[in-house]
C-alpha cells in the first residue's frame, strides 16, 4: 500500500455530499456502513449479502434509469468476486455508470485477510483492458473532489479504485429488510409510477 491513505467515511461523505439525482447501489459491508454514515437516503440500494453483485446490480440499473446518474461503490473483495462484470459494463458501456472501488487490500468484514490487491492486482488496468474509462489513483481529498464532480458528466463507464486506509469505523446500519429497501428504493427511482 501507498504511504497516504485516504479514509474510507471521508471519501464516501465526499462524493455523496452533492448527489442530486445519483442512485447508489453499495456492496455488502464496509461500504453500506459507509453510505448510511454519510446520510441514508431512499436512493441507496444497500446490499446485504450479496457479496461480487454490487457492479452487476449497478450495471442493471444504469441501462434500466438511462437519464440517471448510478453510482456502484463497494470493496476490493466484492469486485473481485464478480469481477468479470467488468467485461459486460464495458461491452455495454453505460455512459451514466461509475463504479469506485474503495480497496483496502483486505478483506475487512471477514478479519483482514489480504486479496488479491494486495498481492499486486491492479483493478485501474483490468478495468482499462475492459473499455471503462479509468481515472488513475485517486491519492487525496482533491482527485476526491474531481472524481465526484464527474459523477454526473455522463462521460462512463466511470471507474476509480481508492486505496483506502484499512480497519473498520463504527458500523453505522441502515434497514436491512430486502422488501422494505426494494420498495423504497422503487418508489425514489419511479415515483408514483412504482
Request: charged residues 20%; contains cysteine; hydrophobic residues 45%.
Amino acid at each position: 500500500m501507498s504511504a497516504a491513505l485516504l479514509d474510507r467515511r471521508d471519501v464516501v461523505a465526499r462524493l455523496l455530499a452533492d448527489r442530486r439525482d445519483l442512485l447508489v447501489v453499495s456492496g455488502l459491508g464496509s461500504a453500506t456502513y459507509d453510505c448510511a454514515a454519510a446520510g441514508d437516503d431512499p436512493r441507496n440500494f444497500y446490499l446485504w449479502g450479496a457479496m461480487g453483485g454490487t457492479a452487476a446490480l449497478a450495471l442493471g440499473l444504469a441501462l434500466a434509469q438511462p437519464t440517471k446518474p448510478v453510482l456502484g461503490i463497494t470493496g476490493d473483495g466484492d469486485l473481485l468476486m464478480g469481477l468479470g462484470t467488468l467485461t459486460t459494463i464495458g461491452a455495454q458501456a453505460p455512459a451514466n455508470l461509475s463504479i469506485i472501488v474503495l480497496d483496502n487490500e483486505v478483506y475487512g468484514e471477514t478479519g483482514e485477510q489480504p486479496t488479491a490487491t494486495a498481492h499486486g492486482t491492479d483493478l485501474t488496468a483490468v478495468a482499462r483492458a475492459c473499455r471503462l474509462n479509468a481515472v488513475d489513483e485517486v491519492a487525496d481529498m482533491a482527485g476526491v473532489e474531481a472524481l465526484a464532480a464527474r459523477l454526473h458528466a455522463g462521460d462512463g463507464p466511470l471507474f476509480a479504485n481508492i486505496k483506502i486506509a484499512p480497519g473498520n469505523p463504527e458500523k453505522v446500519l441502515p434497514a436491512r429488510d430486502g422488501a422494505y429497501l426494494r420498495d423504497r428504493f422503487r418508489g425514489a427511482v419511479l415515483g408514483d409510477a412504482a
